[in-house]
């Protein structure tokens, strides 16, 4: 359960959660989700409350990837192996999703990390 003042109303703050990395980050508590707002960028990134020490045990960051002539934000963190790295997006990383399977975003908002908004398709050409 996440500790908050149920007297501030729908937008207040969640307290006593630590986020991990250097980018400025705040979580509020909208009910039944949690939107974190990163500050650099002003990004508003929605997940569930189950899924909040996935988000507190790493540091993640909004970063904008370009698909043709389209940016699409998504929260990611970077692995950093012995001799290579790799970037994990964190709506693959919560559902635990294979290298053989698409996540996709219901809504289209590829920052709605709810797991309402998230559905795993196999790929047609997978082995």
Same mark, same amino acid.
């Given at each position: 359960?996440?500790? +908050?003042?149920?007297? =501030?109303?729908?937008?207040?703050?969640? $307290?006593?959660? $630590? @986020?991990?990395? /250097?980018?400025?980050? $705040?979580?509020? #508590?909208?009910?039944?989700?949690?939107?974190?707002?990163?500050?650099?960028?002003?990004?508003? +990134?929605?997940?569930?409350?189950?899924?909040?020490g996935t988000l507190t045990e790493r540091a993640w960051s909004v970063n904008v990837r370009?698909?043709?002539?389209?940016?699409?934000?998504?929260?990611?963190?970077?692995? =950093?192996?012995? /001799?290579?790295?790799? /970037?994990?997006?964190?709506? =693959? #990383?919560?559902?635990?999703?294979?290298?053989? $399977?698409? +996540?996709?975003?219901?809504?289209? #908002?590829? @920052? #709605?990390?709810?797991?309402?908004?998230?559905?795993?398709?196999? @790929?047609?050409?997978? +082995?």
């Amino acid at each position: 359960m996440i500790p +908050v003042d149920a007297k =501030r109303g729908r937008d207040m703050q969640v $307290e006593n959660i $630590e @986020l991990r990395g /250097t980018l400025e980050k $705040e979580i509020l #508590d909208k009910g039944e989700y949690l939107e974190v707002k990163f500050h650099q960028g002003g990004h508003l +990134v929605k997940i569930d409350k189950e899924d909040v020490g996935t988000l507190t045990e790493r540091a993640w960051s909004v970063n904008v990837r370009n698909s043709s002539s389209n940016p699409i934000p998504y929260l990611q963190r970077v692995h =950093r192996g012995p /001799t290579h790295r790799r /970037t994990i997006l964190f709506h =693959r #990383d919560i559902l635990k999703a294979e290298a053989t $399977e698409r +996540v996709e975003h219901i809504n289209g #908002d590829s @920052l #709605d990390n709810r797991r309402s908004n998230l559905r795993i398709k196999k @790929l047609l050409n997978a +082995v």
